[in-house]
């Protein structure tokens, strides 16, 4: 086998490992061997894979889901069953129908879990409509579906919040992407600024150890956060986000506007534009606490033992609040859910090893304070009762239980089936 054979099995066996727990992977756009290692993928994965190709006619969706539906149905002849029924080659169904008939094609592609690869990526990154709908497809993917990304740039799509919530990993042929993935925290060598951002609660921000306070409204913080969140952005992207409501000139008005108010209290540019994208200025160094914060839950999931454990407990200190708290915008809200998961999974993660240290008073207390956290999981509730039962206080367990089913009953929902057996267990 020659060291190219070796490279490339590494790299496969790389995704593999990874691809067990999540639903999208992203092959980073630096990788020598991601065209390679979807070729092996396609010739020799154990599970289907179905394969497509981004091209230059992906120029808006009714042309990326006319020739995304063709391509499936070559492979699956059924595939596309929804989307036909809608008329897909019109302009005239609605967005969310769209969504929800592709959401049950790709559902109904496999009757077992299967790979979906999307190939050359980029082709239809000037496609905002496009992209707006992939992003859509990906964050609510089936339960049987794993997309793979081939990409020559990274997509712009919020790779913080979907690492964070174990939703996503990146991977480098045959390393894992832990840190870093905008390239926005590398050392410069003259930077014209020190910026430190705190999107984990209320949103803070100081520029060469001096706070900012003077931002003329809440947007410009809001806006430079957010261009945070991505590799790069469009103008499009940042007006749908921030001004939904606002027709396209009026939208366009306001951001230009908060731009201007965003670099006047930073004293320079901050935003810079580039072949139709705004990104964070190359030129600033930034410690940013939500990449700090993904990269901690990345090490606390692949490390063992005490390196684990001082992993967690760096993500659940760091972790001052919900993101950008006090604030309701729709993106912000998708990202505080991503990175409430991650800390609710810290806290998971650093209670269990309290108990395998023979500490479940201490595993008790963290988790009985995560349990308070709005939209908390019932996973910590069953822990929670676990650890009541393990210590003999069965009928705290029970009080917790059915404080549980008042809080879920008062949102007009029930325990999950897991809980209501394991209550069943512990009292019989």
Known sequence: MTNLHILVQQSYDTLLRHAQNVKIILLHPKSRFRSLTVAKLLAESPRPVFYYSMGPYDVNVNSFLAGFAHDLANQHPTFGRHLYQLGIETNQVEYERLLESMYYDLEELSDQPYFLVLDEFDASENADDVQEFLEDVLLNLPENCQVIINSRTLPRLP????????????????ELVGENPYDYKVEKPEPIATLEVKGLGPGYISCNENSVDEWEGHLPRLLLIFALERPQVTRAEICRAFWPNLDNDQAVNVFHVTKRRLHKALGFDALVHNEGYYQVNPQLK?????????????????????????????????????????????WIERQRQAYRAGYLEAILAIARIRMESGRPERALRILLQASHEKE????IDREIMRIYAKLGRRSEAAAHYQSLVETLNNRELHPEEET?????????
């Open 420 to 428: 209501q057996l394991l209550y069943e267990e512990l009292m019989a």
């Open 286 to 330: 930034i410690r940013y606490d939500v990449s700090e914060f993904m990269t901690l839950l990345v090490r606390g999931r692949h490390a063992s033992g005490e390196e684990a454990a001082q992993a967690w407990q760096a993500a659940i200190d760091l972790y001052a609040g919900p993101f950008l708290q006090g604030h309701r915008e729709d």
């Open 376 to 379: 908390s999981v019932e996973e």
């Open 159 to 174: 790779w913080m919040g979907l690492v964070a919530q174990n939703q996503a990993v990146i991977l480098d042929d045959n």
